[in-house]
């Protein structure tokens, strides 16, 4: 069949109306975070297909049945990878449903994941997890109990401190992971400068930054899925699966450690996840969150305090987040 493709800038785009139609047709929904999207149309300038480019993944992938079968959807995606090389993305990653696995691996992308969920990541440069899996195992440290927790810290609190001091009591070693992961108002920067300084007391503790295999929830896509309680249960599968699969095995860990959520329903769940998949290879240990006159610490609540400085929120601080707060974020707090 003869079409057209094209490529165009997603802000400005002129045919949203047919993209969102198109994508609505495949059960579908278009995210706002796409930058470029390859377009197809037909010779009648109706819009047949599209794929976007967001940062390095691939998303929004979707074809009229009619034009399957003809070597449209492998010009699409060689397109899109096409700019995104000559952006300088070239590694990259699609969350695709599990009928679209075989387009993508026959384009050289790689399952990462299990084809059993409704979504599959694939990588099309699966020796970085190799090379990744390489450099964690240079820090793996032997024994019968190791460790790991994987925090945000946005910021550092007094409940983050508790549940590694409490983890590097009962374990032989400590795996902190800091998720690399820009969410204001800190920056990754000022996040693993607070656990650095908040942690330096342990002795047996390794820290690490997060790397791309700890599946962010901003990257994480959710057009091809019904309802948000669907997109975040399979990121927790994803997430949990990535870990036990490619990151666990190389450090040795045997148990990781979570703090207790008495308010999110989303990390409830996400704990429940956990406990799922990681079983029987790592065993998960759930700490109850410390109070504080009657307030279960939170980053969260830590983030709203902080907006009006209220006296109460440095109760929830260590020290050493404090001090940072007051010498590099320009807080004004009272200890």
């Known amino acids: 069949m003869q079409v057209q493709l094209s490529i165009v800038s997603a802000p400005s785009i002129l045919y949203q109306d047919d993209i969102n139609q198109l994508l609505e047709q495949q059960r579908l929904r278009y995210e706002l975070d796409i930058e470029y999207l390859c377009i197809v149309h037909n010779h009648l300038g109706e819009v047949v ?64 994941t299990s084809l059993c969920r409704h979504s599959v990541l694939l990588v099309n440069r699966p020796e970085e997890i190799i090379a990744l899996q390489s450099q964690l195992s240079k820090t793996k440290v032997n024994g019968d109990r190791i460790a790991a927790i994987v925090i945000n810290a946005n910021p550092f609190t007094k409940g983050h401190a508790c549940l590694i001091e409490k983890a590097s009591k009962e374990c032989d070693w400590v795996h902190v992971f800091v998720v690399r992961e820009e969410n204001p108002p800190f920056t990754f920067q000022d996040r693993w400068a607070m656990v650095l300084e908040g942690t330096k007391q342990i002795g047996n503790l390794t820290l690490h930054k997060g790397n791309n295999y700890m599946i962010s929830k901003r990257t994480f896509p959710s057009y091809f899925l019904k309802n ?20 666990a095995p190389c450090l040795g860990i045997t148990h990781r450690y979570i703090g207790s959520e008495p308010h999110c329903a989303i990390t409830r769940n996400y704990n429940q996840v956990m406990r799922k998949i990681l079983s029987p290879e790592v065993k998960v240990v759930e700490v ?17 305090q902080l907006i009006n400085t209220t006296s109460l929120v440095a109760s929830f601080l260590p020290i050493s987040t404090i001090n940072y707060l007051i010498e590099h974020c320009g807080y004004a707090l009272q200890i």
């Open 288 to 304: 109850e969150r410390i109070a504080i006159n009657g307030t279960c610490i939170s980053a969260s609540i830590v983030r709203k």
């Open 228 to 247: 948000i309680g669907e997109v975040n249960q399979l990121h927790a599968e994803i997430d949990c699966e990535i870990f036990v699969k490619y990151i």
């Open 49 to 112: 297909g599209c794929v976007g480019l967001a940062d390095r993944m691939l998303k929004c992938f979707a074809l009229k049945e009619e034009y399957q079968g003809d070597g449209i959807s492998r010009s699409m995606i060689t397109e899109i990878i096409l700019l995104a090389f000559q952006l300088q993305r070239k590694s990259l990653s699609i969350f695709t449903s599990p009928d679209k696995v075989v387009i993508f691996q026959s384009m050289g992308f790689t399952p990462l």
